[in-house]
C-alpha cells in the first residue's frame, strides 16, 4: 500500500505564494512520474504541473512561469512552488505518483487526498 499525503495548502491574498508537498510512503520500490493536479468547483480536474524521474517536466500554459515543480527522490517527495496567485487558482490541489511497487514490482498509479488552495483579498 502506498499514500501520498500533501500539505501546504491554505488561504493567500492575489499576489501571494504558497509552497505544497506531498511526501509518498508505503512500499515504494521507486517512483517514475509525479505531478501536481487541481479541481475547482464544478470543473474537471486538470494538470498543473508533472515532473518525470529524468527530471523532464510540463506545466499547465495557465501556470507557466509562475508555478515551479521539483522532486527530492531521496525523501520521495514532490513540491510545487506557486507564486504570484490568482482567485483563478482556488481549488483542491492533488498528488500524483506512478509508483513501482515492492514486493511483486507492479507499477501502479496513486492519488493524495488533495488540499485546498483558496486566493482571495
Known amino acids: 500500500q502506498v499514500q501520498p499525503v500533501e500539505s501546504g495548502g491554505g488561504l493567500v491574498q492575489p499576489g501571494g505564494s504558497l509552497r505544497l508537498s506531498c511526501a509518498a510512503s508505503?512500499?515504494?520500490?521507486?517512483?517514475?512520474?509525479m505531478g501536481w493536479y487541481r479541481q475547482a468547483p464544478g470543473k474537471q480536474r486538470e494538470l498543473v504541473a508533472r515532473?518525470?524521474?529524468?527530471?523532464?517536466?510540463n506545466y499547465a500554459e495557465s501556470v507557466k512561469g509562475r508555478f515551479t515543480i521539483s522532486r527530492d527522490n531521496a525523501k520521495n517527495t514532490v513540491y510545487l512552488q506557486m507564486n504570484s496567485l490568482k482567485p483563478e487558482d482556488t481549488a483542491v490541489y492533488y498528488c500524483n505518483a506512478d509508483v513501482r511497487t515492492w514486493p511483486g514490482y507492479a507499477t501502479l498509479n496513486y492519488w493524495g487526498q488533495g488540499t485546498q488552495v483558496t486566493v482571495s483579498p
Open positions: 508505503g512500499s515504494i520500490s521507486s517512483i517514475y512520474g
Open positions: 515532473i518525470s524521474s529524468s527530471d523532464s517536466i
